[in-house]
């Protein structure tokens, strides 16, 4: 199952994946929202956080603050924000691949699964880190027990690389019936290369519809309609 933190504050409905692309993150209370929410309260002239009702920050500046504030409360959701801001050189903060590491570090030992992808990913590219496929996959598999998607596709792709094909339709299948659409494609992949059954693939592509269905809401829908104008 997904974990607490995919779910909307608001509507409480899992948010579509890839959730950046599907939602935002206020660094006031560091909720992640779904668009559909966003939307919702746009509509009615609110730009305020539609979780906690703060004030936007201005500029760069402002932001910083209102995230470093959180940082000094250990919450993990922001000293890991604050690690992808050194990473795209964000916020007028430098581009510091090592910084962004320790600061993972930290947010994963206070629980964060997204902190324990990024340092898989740290790991498995060698950015800021030595290159160490083994320990990437350390971190991904922590992550997958928290729940993280990503983590278990990524997982399921180094197994098939490995020749592990059972294992890898294994991750497939679980991360695919969390409405993981990369998931669903290996799968197909897969079952057309005789690595797995039409039975895995067919039950792998029903738990992916179904996850989609359950993400479903009128206020995305608009939200969806309206960015596409």
């Given amino acids: ?15 579509p994946l890839p959730m ?3 939602s935002l993150i206020n660094v006031c209370c560091m909720k992640r929202i779904c668009h559909g929410c966003v939307f919702a309260v746009e509509k009615r002239g609110m730009d305020d956080c539609p979780f906690c009702r703060t004030p936007p920050p201005d ?12 940082v000094k409360k250990n ?8 690690g992808e801001q050194h ?8 581009k510091d ?25 740290a790991y498995y590219h060698g950015e800021g880190v030595p290159q160490n496929e083994e320990k990437a996959d350390e971190f991904y598999k922590k992550a997958v027990m ?6 278990r596709y990524n997982l399921a792709y180094h197994e098939a690389e490995k020749g592990h094909h059972d294992r890898a339709v294994r991750h497939c299948m679980i991360s695919a019936k969390m409405g993981h659409k990369n998931s669903v494609d290996m799968m197909k992949n897969a079952f057309m290369a005789g690595l797995a059954t039409k ?15 359950e993400m479903k809401s009128h206020d995305r829908d608009q939200a969806k309609r309206h960015t596409r104008k």
């Fill in 1 to 15: 199952e997904r974990p607490e933190g995919d779910f909307c504050p608001i509507c409480t409905l899992p948010i």
């Fill in 20 to 22: 950046a692309g599907h």
């Fill in 59 to 70: 500029n760069d500046s402002d932001t910083l603050a209102m995230l470093q504030a959180r």
């Fill in 75 to 82: 919450d993990p959701a922001a000293i890991y924000n604050l």
């Fill in 87 to 94: 990473v795209r050189g964000k916020l007028g903060l430098k």
């Fill in 97 to 121: 691949m090592r910084k962004a590491v320790e600061l993972w570090t930290e947010a994963a030992e206070l629980g964060s699964a997204e902190a324990l992808f990024g340092l898989g990913n």
């Fill in 146 to 151: 928290q729940g993280h998607a990503q983590s």
């Fill in 199 to 213: 039975e895995e693939y067919a039950e792998a592509l029903k738990g992916y519809q179904d996850a989609v269905e």
